[in-house]
């Protein structure tokens, strides 16, 4: 039984990892003879640090017609004079409302100060590629759709970070990026939301996911709910990810932004993902077993070389992160177990100096 699930698990992961060209075909549309005002919104609260190489990279994209708003969240440090310094326009935000979280206020008051036919939220801890921004309009604009995000790329600079593939792989396995998204089952992410102003006002914007713990998930949930055309850009073999990423520089705060993270994704995916993740478990594992089998052990060793060639298109991973992944199982589980019990508790939230109360699904 432990190795038909493991079997059943490896399936379903090299399934959930691969491309499909139905939902991954990207529309053939000609440049267009005036690009739309993109408005690039960013929140920053005491992200000093970060900024100068984001906004270096926004100033180097070769899309002709763009602003950059920086809305100083009521930062500590210096964010607000180095988003100035670096040529950002600065929106110095308000005192954050009740049952509002600090991201969402912080894109709620870009959007309202932006004049962008088309809004940008991005995070300070990316780095954009100088095509992306017209790869990306492109797309929105060639395929319909209300919002489009992004897969990132991880630049994983130290070597914990570095054998964390495996763990970035089934937060997509999870969340089936390659397939056609629906309503608890699509993959966003806040570092890269690019969607029309009209979409933005429909959904309700910021607000209408004012006090969950995340913004991504629910509002592309939302979108679909409301069936409004929804994608994930369709990066093609060898081409550059749209943005780069390192979202934390320490195995501790990698643990505690994770488990921010898993806690929201429980109440915005559905339940059927906990049983897979199941599957997930038993290929990593050989279905559990104590006493290896030929059968066993080539299901691990099938599993280890999936994550190996997938995590190569993900991030800067190493080749041992596969090797070691029911080391990188653990992990998750951890993560996952932390999250859940906060969830069950209702503990509050707590990041960047604010703690926050628990929200309820937006759709």
Same mark, same amino acid.
């Given at each position: 039984?432990?190795?038909?699930?493991a079997?059943?698990g490896?399936?379903?992961l090299a399934?959930r990892l691969?491309?499909r060209?139905?939902?991954?075909?990207?529309p053939?549309?000609?440049?267009p003879k005036?690009? &739309?005002l993109v408005?690039?919104?960013?929140p920053a609260?005491?992200?000093?640090?970060n900024?100068? %190489?984001?906004l270096?990279?926004?100033?180097s994209l070769d899309?002709?017609h763009?602003?950059i708003l920086?809305?100083d969240d009521?930062?500590?440090?210096?964010?607000?004079?180095?988003?100035?310094?670096e040529?950002?326009? =600065?929106?110095?935000? %308000?005192?954050l &409302?009740?049952?509002w979280?600090?991201?969402?206020?912080?894109?709620?008051? /870009?959007a309202?100060?932006a004049r962008?036919d088309? #809004?940008? $939220?991005?995070?300070?801890d990316t780095?954009?590629?100088?095509?992306?921004?017209?790869?990306?309009v492109?797309d929105l604009?060639g395929?319909?759709?209300?919002?489009?995000? *992004?897969?990132?790329f991880?630049e *994983?600079k130290?070597?914990w970070e %570095?054998?964390?593939?495996? $763990?970035h792989l089934?937060?997509?396995?999870?969340?089936?990026? +390659? /397939? %056609?998204?629906?309503?608890?089952?699509v +993959?966003?992410?806040?570092?890269?939301?690019?969607?029309?102003?009209?979409?933005?006002r429909?959904?309700?914007?910021?607000?209408a996911?004012?006090?969950h713990?995340?913004?991504?998930?629910?509002?592309?949930n939302?979108?679909? $709910?409301q069936?409004?055309?929804y994608?994930l850009y369709?990066a093609? *073999?060898g081409?550059?990810p749209? !943005?780069?990423v390192?979202m934390?520089?320490? +195995?501790?705060d990698?643990?505690a932004?994770?488990r921010?993270? +898993?806690?929201? /994704? #429980?109440?915005?995916?559905?339940?059927?993902?906990?049983l897979?993740?199941?599957? !997930?478990?038993?290929?990593?594992t050989?279905?559990g077993?104590?006493?290896?089998?030929?059968m066993?052990?080539?299901?691990?060793?099938?599993?280890?070389?999936? #994550?190996?060639l997938?995590?190569r298109?993900?991030?800067? !991973?190493h080749v041992?992160g596969?090797?070691?992944?029911?080391?990188v199982?653990?992990v998750?589980c951890?993560v996952s177990?932390l999250? $859940?019990f906060?969830?069950? !508790?209702r503990?509050? =939230?707590?990041w960047?100096g604010?703690a926050?109360a628990?929200?309820?699904r937006?759709v």
């Open positions: 039984m432990g190795t038909a699930l079997l059943l490896l399936l379903l399934y691969t491309p060209a139905a939902a991954w075909r990207r053939v549309v000609t440049e005036k690009w &739309p408005s690039i919104i960013v609260r005491d992200e000093a640090a900024l100068p %190489r984001l270096g990279s926004l100033r899309y002709p763009t602003e920086v809305v009521c930062s500590t440090d210096d964010t607000a004079s180095v988003a100035e310094r040529g950002a326009r =600065l929106i110095r935000g %308000r005192a &409302p009740e049952k979280r600090g991201k969402q206020w912080a894109c709620w008051q /870009g309202y100060h962008g088309l #809004f940008l $939220f991005t995070d300070a780095n954009h590629e100088p095509d992306s921004l017209k790869r990306a492109q604009v395929s319909g759709s209300a919002m489009l995000s *992004a897969l990132p991880h *994983a130290d070597l %570095r054998l964390l593939g495996p $763990f089934l937060l997509l396995a999870m969340t089936a990026p +390659f /397939g %056609r998204p629906r309503e608890g089952r +993959f966003a992410i806040g570092q890269y939301l690019l969607m029309t102003r009209q979409a933005y429909s959904l309700g914007g910021h607000s996911v004012r006090n713990a995340v913004e991504d998930l629910p509002l592309a939302l979108c679909l $709910f069936k409004q055309p994608r369709p093609q *073999a081409e550059a749209l !943005f780069r390192r934390y520089t320490s +195995f501790g990698f643990l932004g994770w921010r993270n +898993f806690r929201a /994704g #429980f109440t915005e995916t559905t339940p059927i993902a906990g897979e993740m199941v599957l !997930f478990a038993a290929a990593i050989g279905g077993h104590f006493t290896a089998t030929w066993t052990a080539l299901v691990m060793l099938a599993t280890m070389v999936v #994550f190996a997938r995590q298109a993900s991030g800067n !991973f041992a596969a090797v070691l992944a029911p080391l199982l653990v998750f951890y177990i999250a $859940f906060d969830l069950v !508790f503990r509050k =939230l707590a960047k604010r926050y628990v929200a309820a937006s």
